[in-house]
């Protein structure tokens, strides 16, 4: 049955359709979910806008009060005025919808806040902490209508809040103040209402699902209007997503430390199983260290990344329902893991201060490594799902976790063939288990870029012909406005796959310091291939949102 058919309201900033009013002593009780980050213990009613879209005349009034009333700079907006349209011209429908904070029941914002800047208070209204927030933007990410943004002078995200100092003293938001229409009114409700309208009944024109948030915004429709046939003016227009460089260092760097202790692991089970006495020890006792420095500088670097670095340790506070904090957690543990097992390594095989078996021996020396690899999985895992977020589509599948440990896959041989290179330069020695042990390293590099690459082509492919938008316009992305940057990254990686096959064949005639030049060629080239990637992953991707103006979207769209 169609909304107009059932009645002329629909329900939600994401535009739930509302059934016809039914008197209370006939509403089936609705349950509140029991799911983390739920936030309805406070309260039995829910304050909300009502916005009503048969009313609005798209003058923008709201979005200057909005930005009055909270001293918004240029380009901060609380409040948006968007537009949707249908039908071919002349025959042409256009729908203005006036849009702020929701109010969410299962606000993602304040679920993924790391350092819990998020509050709800006793009307359900979900008040931004100025003073808690680090500028880290994870919320920015996490919301399905772009509410909270990044206020550049302040370094902190900034949002709605419907105005709640106003309502305490008896008067109306900013915006419902200024709309000369009054097409925008506040109101209280039950919970209970909120979640049966939501959680029953389908989303509005071209908006986010209605059960990614439980938005508490009800929006009245024109009578007759057939909301499937609406779509956002600004939905032929996308542009690239900020690079976020600091992030895109300290990704794959932790990853390449990761791949590589992985490496030195398992290298070190085969010596100590199988070839007890060979000359791998002072490899193993600098390349360990040296990962840890590399992971180390990656995760100071991935602080730059916040408007207030001084006050990252704030970030490990809500790790119950923040996978920031708990990237953060599972990125240290494996940091202090890799930490205690280099010493190990650099203090008995390194620089041979120590005995081995005045530490424990061998099975001590695995057991470390063993933890490190375990703890470099679970932070590896959390950082790839602080990215798989419902509102960026092309993040959140299994392809970005997997995305994460195909990097490591590939760097972390390709850095422990150069390190055996350069011991066997150094030491001279050049025997059949280090030669192994490359060669095997070489494969397993190469087999995973063919894999990375075949496999993203399969779910780009997947993408296009799909019927979600947003996977559609990332794949048009990446495939039509990074066009050359692909092309580049493909020549650098079947380069890459050139010189691994070098290794993989043995490499023989060409002499150790040739040999340690192709392994350094390979290593960087590999790098740039990773670099590049992670790049792609952060711009190429469009997130859901709420319908955007058609002349804000043209500027600086590539489509």
């Known amino acids: ?111 993924g806040c790391p350092v819990d800047a998020y509050e709800v208070n006793e009307k359900g ?39 709640h100092n106003r309502l305490e003293q008896g008067r109306d938001p900013a915006c419902v103040q200024a709309c000369p229409v009054g097409a925008i009114e506040i109101e209280t409700v039950p919970i209970e209402q909120i979640i049966e309208e939501h959680m029953t009944v389908g989303g509005g024109p071209d908006m986010p699902p209605p059960n990614l948030t439980i938005p508490s915004t009800k929006i009245t429709l024109p009578e007759g209007m057939d909301i499937g046939a609406f779509t956002k003016v600004d939905q032929p227009f996308v542009k690239p997503e900020h690079p976020h460089t600091p992030l895109i260092i300290m990704t794959v760097l932790t990853q390449l430390g990761f791949g590589g202790f992985v490496t030195v692991f398992l290298v070190d089970v085969v010596r100590t199983l199988f070839f007890p006495t060979a000359e791998a020890g002072l490899l193993l006792g600098w390349l360990a260290p040296t990962l840890m420095g590399i992971v180390g500088l990656s995760l100071g670097a991935s602080t730059l990344h916040l408007g207030h670095p001084i006050h990252a340790g704030r970030a490990l506070k809500n790790w119950k329902t923040s996978w920031l904090s708990r990237e953060i957690l599972g990125l240290s543990a494996f940091a202090g893991a890799a930490m205690t097992y280099s ?97 095997a390293s070489a494969f397993f590099s190469a087999a995973a870029l063919v894999f990375k690459h075949a496999k993203n082509a399969y779910i780009i492919k997947r993408w296009f012909e799909g019927d979600i938008f947003e996977l559609k316009a990332s794949a048009e992305l990446r495939m039509n406005y990074f066009f050359r940057l692909r092309m580049v990254r493909n020549s650098i990686a079947v380069l890459g796959f050139i010189l691994l096959f070098a290794f993989m064949s043995g490499g023989e005639g060409l002499g150790l310091p040739r040999q340690l030049a192709v392994a350094l060629l390979a290593l960087v080239l590999l790098m740039g291939v990773s670099f590049i990637n992670r790049y792609i992953f952060f711009v190429a991707v469009v997130p859901r949102n709420i319908p955007g103006n058609y002349l804000v979207a043209a500027q600086g769209a590539v489509h």
């Not at 008995?348 to 001590?364: F, I, Q």
């Open 1 to 111: 049955m169609s909304c107009s058919e059932k009645s002329k309201e629909c329900c939600g900033g994401s535009g739930g359709c509302a059934t016809p009013a039914v008197p209370a002593k006939k509403r089936t009780p609705v349950e509140r979910p029991e799911i983390p980050g739920f936030r309805t213990d406070n309260r039995d009613t829910q304050t909300r806008f009502h916005f009503h879209m048969d009313l609005c005349v798209g003058c923008h009034a709201c979005e200057v009060a909005c930005a009055e009333q909270n001293a918004l700079p240029a380009h901060t907006q609380w409040r948006r005025v968007g537009e949707g349209q249908s039908g071919t011209f002349p025959d042409t429908q256009s729908y203005f919808l006036s849009s702020g904070c929701n109010h969410c029941l299962d606000a993602p914002c304040a679920k």
């Open 125 to 163: 209204i979900v008040i931004h902490k100025d003073d808690v927030c680090i500028g880290c933007g994870y919320c920015t990410w996490n919301c399905p209508y772009g509410v909270p943004t990044m206020q550049e002078d302040r370094r902190i995200v900034t949002k709605c809040d419907m105005c």
């Open 343 to 439: 010493v190990f390594l650099l203090a008995t095989e390194g620089l041979r201060w120590v005995a081995p078996e005045m530490l424990g021996g061998p099975w001590v020396r695995l057991s470390l490594g063993a933890g490190t690899v375990v703890c470099g999985i679970a932070g590896i895992y959390c950082s790839s799902m602080l990215y798989r977020v419902p509102a960026r589509p092309a993040w959140d599948s299994v392809k970005t976790t997997i995305d994460f440990f195909d990097v490591a896959a590939i760097l972390g041989p390709a850095a422990f063939i150069v390190a055996a290179m350069i011991s066997m330069l150094i030491t001279g020695h050049s025997e059949g288990f280090l030669i192994g042990a490359m060669q």
